[in-house]
């Protein structure tokens, strides 16, 4: 009886010590995803975008700008212990060739900026490197013609379908 007693105690004491399972597959709709909170729209992006290269550019005033696309909206969806997360924002792209420090250019290169509900700005650095295996996604974004951007790059082997 104790032995018994015994090995179903140790059974749920080791039960409880196992990763838990999480789901493989997740579903969200657009209902929701229209739903998030992006924040105000950032009409004034381009002199906000402007004003951060002009203080971290090494020549700002010879620096060439396009930009490729205004703000839209993206969801970034990624997976934690607690389940499926998300983060709304508005992300513009740029592309930038400015000097370095040679006084050479160093050719066209990609730049996405988040703009979070409060007005924060940042930089989500160099994403030129176009390579599926390590950040296409952020390309896509910035070529994507989709009402919002869902960017599921973060998780994993997880499917996540988009419903209406």
Known sequence: MKTKYLAAVSA?????????????HYQISMREVRAENYGEYPKDYQQRIRQY?????????????RFTTPPRKVLQLWRTQAGLQSKAYYAACVEVNAK????????????????????????????????????GTDFAACTSRDEIFIDTESVGNVQVNIVP
């Open 100 to 135: 370095n420090a040679y006084g050479g250019y160093t050719g066209w290169q990609t730049h996405r900026y988040r703009f979070h509900k409060g007005g924060l700005m940042e930089d989500e650095k160099n994403l030129s490197v176009y390579d599926p295996d390590f950040g």
């Open 53 to 65: 290269l002009d203080n971290t550019l090494l020549d700002a005033g010879s620096a060439r700008v």
């Open 12 to 24: 749920l004491l080791l039960a409880g010590c196992m990763p838990q399972m999480l789901p493989q």
